[in-house]
């Protein structure tokens, strides 16, 4: 497995914006899909995005289209998730997940599909 590395979390007021990256914590390891999830105080962890090598499709969670894009910078091993315009409601643990697989569509949006994470980067937005 490879240990992941978030980063970028932190308070913001409603209407703000933030970045999240996601590198692997050695620098050297590249996979070819990968995910945000996210999980609120009392509630189960969910899909927020997620994207895979050679395709320009990236599923985003219905609360967050139009708000939320997720990329990736190769040259720097690099996946990011940019957050605007947030809400109240995206408050929670932000994680990172990746696979060294090429997942179809329909199972990017499922963690047990990546086994590399990370350990989480809290986002809380409020005023």
């Known amino acids: 497995q490879v240990q992941l590395a978030e980063s970028g979390g932190g308070l913001v007021q409603p209407g703000g914006s933030l970045r999240l990256s996601c590198a692997p914590a050695?620098?050297?390891?590249?996979?070819?899909?990968a995910g945000w999830f996210r999980q609120a105080p009392g509630k189960e962890r969910e899909f927020v995005a997620a994207?895979?090598?050679?395709?320009?499709?990236?599923p985003l969670a219905d609360s967050v289209k139009g708000r939320f894009s997720i990329s990736r910078d190769t040259s720097k091993n690099t996946v990011y998730l940019q957050m605007n315009s947030l809400k109240p409601e995206d408050t929670g643990v932000y994680y990172c997940?990746?696979?060294?697989?090429?997942?179809?569509?329909?199972?990017?949006?499922?963690?047990?599909?990546?086994?590399?994470w990370g350990q989480g980067t809290q986002v809380t937005v409020s005023s």
């Open positions: 997940a990746t696979t060294s697989r090429c997942l179809i569509i329909s199972s990017m949006r499922s963690g047990n599909q990546y086994e590399n």
């Open positions: 050695g620098g050297t390891s590249s996979s070819c899909s």
């Open positions: 994207l895979r090598r050679g395709t320009g499709t990236t």
